[in-house]
């Protein structure tokens, strides 16, 4: 089947991404009824990104298909798992964690606590020799 396949030898680099790809749709359809949080239990959150780039293919893929071949449902289907897809990103992307480097952040920490330090006060010093150290090395 891969061998007569040149579309979908244009979305996937060889024959096992193909068939992982269409299995994950598979599974994503039994999901895509349910509601977003029960596809997220289920299916969505153990998904990594190599599964997201199959799906986002497959996707792809049956979408073109669909539109040549006249194919409602499989167009709706498809739909369907794109706008889960789309909803899990836009929860990762809410809750992603913006990381910035150790120094930068205690160095705005100690910018915010000095605004309730008397001035002159040794409690920055203090700070930086006691705590600094050790929550660097953690």
Not at 63 to 81: M, P, T, V
Not at 97 to 113: L, T
Request: charged fraction near 30%; aromatic fraction near 12%; proline fraction near 1%.
């Amino acid at each position: 089947m891969w061998e007569s396949n040149s579309r979908a030898k244009k979305y996937f680099q060889n024959e096992d991404d193909y068939d992982d790809a269409m299995i994950l749709f598979q599974q994503c359809k039994k999901f895509a009824e349910l509601s977003f949080e029960g596809a997220q239990v289920e299916l969505l959150d153990s998904m990594d990104e190599w599964d997201d780039y199959l799906l986002n293919q497959v996707i792809d893929l049956l979408e073109s298909r669909a539109l040549e071949n006249g194919d409602l449902a499989l167009f709706e289907q498809s739909k369907k798992i794109k706008n889960l897809q789309n909803q899990k990103q836009s929860i990762n992307k809410k809750f992603s964690i913006n990381s910035i480097p150790i120094d930068e952040a205690f160095d705005d920490y100690i910018n915010h606590c000095k605004t309730s330090w008397k001035k002159n006060s040794s409690i920055e010093n203090s700070y930086r020799k006691s705590y600094y150290p050790i929550l660097k090395a953690v």
